[in-house]
T-cell receptor
Framework: GDSVTQMEGPVTLSEEACLTINCTYTATGYPSLFWYVQYPGEGLQLLLKATKADDKGSNKGFEATYRKETTSFHLEKGSVQVSDSAVYFCALKNSGYSTLTFGKGTMLLVSP | DVKVTQSSRYLVKRTGEKVFLECVQDMDHENMFWYRQDPGLGLRLIYFSYDVKMKEKGDIPEGYSVSREKKERFSLILESASTNQTSMYLC?????????????FGPGTRLTVL
């Protein structure tokens, strides 16, 4: 079955540091890939997505590129802020299915 | 903006009680989902529904049931609550089943079963 593996956290960074959160997947067919973010005390919200190989999703300074050859969708940001502290979830969705397959989440803590 | 609301942010119940968690979305979405979120386990799908009165089991349906009598409302029912059902419960909705479909989440209900 489909699965998503992402790096365990917490990831602890100082403000303005570079961020990479690794995500790899196993899936049949041609899934779409997503990053969701959960701020403290809130539900999840979509951060970015990519629907086919080599697509780059971007939002709020975050980027991720759909790499089919390495089955990866790593999340990157050049300069993190304290307000980026949250839990980040990588997910995939195969066409024709309603459901998402989530990774276990990676907590990011950014200190001033 | 899509809005998904959940009836309670925090809930405390006793073992054996019947518990209802309500979720409402205001964007005429076809699909609705219930997840539970636990530390170290991420999100796990309990049930989902792709139409009124339709339901499908997710990965961990045992001990839960659902009801969708109206398109905008999806209820999760714990028939007889147990302490291992203490968790954060998240509801979500989405418009259609295409590959790029986005799920929109509610704020969650933190349920404690004593």
């Amino acid at each position: 079955g489909d699965s998503v593996t992402q790096m365990e956290g917490p990831v602890t960074l100082s403000e303005e540091a570079c961020l990479t959160i690794n995500c790899t997947y196993t899936a049949t067919g041609y899934p779409s890939l997503f990053w969701y973010v959960q701020y403290p005390g809130e539900g999840l919200q979509l951060l970015l997505k990519a629907t086919k190989a080599d697509d780059k999703g971007s939002n709020k300074g975050f980027e991720a590129t759909y790499r089919k050859e390495t089955t990866s969708f790593h999340l990157e940001k050049g300069s993190v802020q304290v307000s980026d502290s949250a839990v980040y979830f990588c997910a995939l969705k195969n066409s024709g299915y309603s459901t998402l397959t989530f990774g276990k989440g990676t907590m990011l803590l950014v200190s001033p | 903006d899509v809005k998904v609301t959940q009836s309670s942010r925090y809930l405390v119940k006793r073992t054996g009680e019947k518990v209802f968690l309500e979720c409402v979305q205001d964007m005429d979405h076809e699909n609705m989902f219930w997840y539970r979120q636990d530390p170290g386990l991420g999100l796990r799908l309990i049930y989902f529904s792709y139409d009124v009165k339709m339901k499908e089991k997710g990965d961990i349906p045992e001990g839960y049931s659902v009801s969708r009598e109206k398109k905008e409302r999806f209820s999760l029912i714990l028939e007889s609550a147990s302490t291992n059902q203490t968790s954060m419960y998240l509801c979500a909705s989405s418009l259609w089943s295409g590959a790029a479909d986005t799920q929109y989440f509610g704020p969650g209900t933190r349920l404690t079963v004593l």
